[in-house]
C-alpha cells in the first residue's frame, strides 16, 4: 500500500480516549456541548472509515470485484459522513455564537443559519450518491473520487468561509473562548489540507478533525456536574427541611430575605389537640414508649393535614396547634378546621383500633384576629399570638373529651351547616364567663 495511514490509526486512538473522558461523567446539556458529542461521534466514525476506505482502495485496480463493490460502499460512505461531520461543525459555529441575550430577531437568523446548512448538506450529499466514483488510475497516487470528493471539498471550503464569516461577524457580541474552537477548525482545516497537498501519501487530514475536536473539547461549558448533583440535592434536603418547619410562602419570603417581620391577619381559625391524661399514661406504660405513641399519631395528622387547607404550626409536649387562613387566606377556613377536626375523630378511632390503645384527645376551635410572623434572630418559627390563639388553648383545656369545643365565634361562622350542644357557661381568666359548644 502506498499511503502511510500511522496518522489516521494515531487520531482513532486518540479521539477514543477523548470520548471515554467525555462520556465517562455527566456533562453540562447546553447546545454548544449537545452538539459536541455528535462532532466527536462523526470524527471517529470518519477516521475509521477513512483506514478502511485506504486499506481496500489499492485492490480495487487489482480487479478484486468483492473489494472493488466493498470499497465503493466504505468510500461513498465515508464522503457522506465527512459532509455530515462538515455540517455538524457548521451548527456548532451556529450555537457557540448565539447571543447571551438572544432576540427575535437573532434567534430568526440562526434558524435561518440552519436551514441553509441542512440544505447545503442535502445539496451535497445527491451530488456524492448520484455520481460514480474515480479512482485516480494504476500509479502511485490513485486515492481521488472525482466529483463526489470534489463535492466534499467545495462543502468544506464553503464551510470554512461561512464558519469565518460567523466568528468575525460575532467577535464583538460573545466570549472569545466560545470563538477559539470555531477559528481553530478553520485553521486545522486549511493548513491540514496544505501539507497533505504537498505530501499525498500522509493523509493528515484526519488529525486535522481529531486535534480540532480536543480543542473545542477544552473550550467547552464543562462545569462539574458530580458537584452540581450533590449541590442540587443538599439544596433539596435544606429546601425540605426548611418546608418542614415553616409554611411555603413564608419560607420564600424568608430565603430572600431573612429578617423577622410579623402582620395582623382576620378570620383565622386555630385548632388546639391535646392528648388526654397524657402525665398519667407515661407514667403507666413508661414515657419512651407514650413519647413513641405519641409520635406515630402526631405523624398520622401530619400526613392528614396533606389533604387540607390548613397549617401545622407548632408542637408544644402533647399538644398540636393548626391555623387556617393563614398565612395564605381564604374565606372557608373556618369551615375547613371544623371539617379537619372530624376527620381527625375518625383517624384516632382508627388508631385506637390499630395500635390497641385507648387514647383520647381534646379539641378546641377558635376564630379571629390574629398576629402571626417570626420573630427573633435565630432558629425561625412561624407563630400566632393574640386573643383568638389563647381562647383556642382555653377551649381545648376546658374540652370535652373525643368531642370538638368551639367557640361562639365559630359557631356564628358556621351557621346552621352544624348542630350543637351548648356546654356550660365557664369562667375563664382573662376571659370572663364564655359560652362554648360541641359539635354534634
Known amino acids: 500500500m502506498n499511503y502511510n495511514i500511522e496518522f489516521q490509526i494515531a487520531s482513532i486512538i486518540f479521539e477514543i480516549t477523548l470520548m471515554i473522558v ?12 449537545v452538539v459536541y458529542r455528535f462532532v466527536m461521534i462523526l470524527t471517529l466514525i470518519t477516521l475509521i472509515l477513512d483506514v478502511a476506505s485506504v486499506i481496500t482502495i489499492t485492490e480495487v485496480i487489482a480487479g ?19 459532509l455530515a461531520y462538515i455540517g455538524t461543525m457548521d451548527v456548532y459555529a451556529i450555537v457557540n455564537t448565539m447571543p447571551k441575550k438572544a432576540t427575535t430577531t437573532s434567534l430568526t437568523l440562526k434558524y435561518v443559519e440552519m436551514i441553509v446548512t441542512a440544505l447545503g448538506f442535502i445539496v451535497a450529499c445527491v451530488f456524492v450518491v448520484a455520481n460514480p466514483l474515480l479512482y485516480g488510475g494504476v500509479g502511485k497516487w490513485i486515492y481521488s473520487y472525482g466529483i463526489p470528493s470534489n463535492t466534499v471539498y467545495v462543502m468544506s471550503t464553503v464551510s470554512v468561509v461561512f464558519v469565518l464569516i460567523l466568528f468575525f461577524c460575532n467577535m464583538k457580541k ?47 461549558e464543562n462545569p462539574d456536574m458530580n458537584m452540581i448533583d450533590e449541590l442540587n440535592k443538599a439544596n433539596k434536603r ?60 402526631f405523624g398520622e395528622l401530619d400526613d392528614l393535614l396533606s389533604n387540607f387547607k390548613v397549617e401545622k404550626i407548632k408542637t408544644i409536649g402533647d399538644a398540636y396547634m393548626i391555623a387556617a387562613g393563614v398565612p395564605d387566606t381564604y374565606a372557608e377556613n373556618c369551615l375547613e378546621t371544623v371539617k379537619l ?20 384527645i381534646r379539641i378546641g376551635i377558635n376564630n379571629g384576629r390574629v398576629i402571626a410572623g417570626v420573630i427573633g434572630k435565630k432558629k425561625f418559627i412561624y407563630d400566632l399570638w393574640g386573643d383568638t390563639v389563647n381562647l383556642a388553648s382555653r377551649l381545648e383545656s376546658y374540652g370535652v373529651p373525643d368531642r370538638i369545643n368551639v367557640s361562639e365565634r365559630v359557631k356564628y361562622m358556621l351557621g346552621d351547616q352544624f348542630d350543637y350542644e351548648p356546654l356550660p357557661v365557664v369562667d375563664i381568666k382573662g376571659f370572663g364567663k364564655i359560652s362554648t359548644y360541641v359539635l354534634v
Not at 478484486?64 to 465527512?82: A, G, P
Open 238 to 297: 435544606s429546601r425540605d427541611l426548611l418546608l418542614n418547619i415553616l409554611p411555603l410562602s413564608i419560607a420564600n419570603k424568608l430565603e430572600y430575605n431573612a429578617k423577622p417581620f410579623f402582620e395582623e391577619v382576620d378570620n383565622v381559625s386555630i385548632m388546639f389537640i391535646d392528648i388526654v391524661n397524657f402525665t398519667k399514661m407515661c407514667s403507666e406504660i413508661g414515657g419512651t414508649t407514650m413519647v413513641k405513641i405519641l409520635n406515630d399519631f
Open 341 to 360: 377536626a372530624r376527620q381527625i375523630l375518625r383517624l384516632l378511632n382508627d388508631f385506637n383500633r390499630r395500635k390497641k390503645i385507648d387514647l383520647h
Open 22 to 33: 467525555f462520556f465517562s461523567k455527566k456533562r453540562w446539556a447546553s447546545p454548544a456541548n
Open 64 to 82: 478484486n470485484e468483492s473489494l472493488v463493490r466493498l470499497n465503493n460502499f466504505l468510500s461513498k460512505l465515508y464522503l457522506i459522513v465527512m
Open 174 to 220: 460573545v466570549s472569545i473562548k466560545r470563538l477559539v474552537p470555531i477559528f481553530t477548525f478553520c485553521i486545522m482545516e486549511g493548513s491540514v489540507a496544505l501539507i497533505q497537498m504537498f505530501n499525498k501519501h500522509l493523509l493528515i487530514i484526519g488529525l486535522g478533525t481529531a486535534v480540532s475536536s480536543l480543542i473545542m473539547y477544552f473550550a467547552l
